[in-house]
């Protein structure tokens, strides 16, 4: 059986979901491989080079989450036969996903708690 048929056959949502694991796996891939060609202190540098620019591709990915939430649930309750009732649910869990990711990323990502609780036992 071809994968485009198995996956043409998959609901719009797990679809999503494998085409994300896919990419995960690529990029441990090519992870994995910069690590056996590269210094490791040369990919840290680099790494750190890179992160305005990422910084920069988060916003813009959450930006575009959190303008187009109310398009993306509409596009999920048609492919998955949702009520009113489950459409109107999940457009208004719009603030609370946009402050759970603002809170990831300013939490986790910038290392605002990391460095609180290194302040606090170093101090």
Request: charged share 15%; with cysteine; net charge positive.
């Given at each position: ?49 890179t ?60 290392g605002?708690?990391g ?9």
């Amino acid at each position: 059986m071809k994968i485009s048929l198995y996956f043409s056959r998959l609901p719009p949502l797990w679809f999503a979901m494998a085409v994300l694991a896919m990419l995960f796996i690529l990029v441990g891939i090519g992870m994995a491989t910069w690590q056996l060609f590269e210094d490791p202190v040369m990919i840290h540098d680099r790494l750190y080079a890179t992160k305005p620019y990422l910084l920069g591709w988060r916003m813009l990915l959450l930006t575009l989450l959190i303008a187009f939430w109310p398009n993306l649930m509409a596009w999920f309750g048609r492919c998955n036969g949702w009520d009113t009732a489950k459409l109107d649910l999940a457009i208004g869990w719009r603030s609370r996903a946009a402050l759970w990711l603002m809170v990831i990323e300013v939490g986790l990502i910038q290392g605002v708690i990391g460095g609180f609780l290194r302040n606090i036992f170093q101090g």
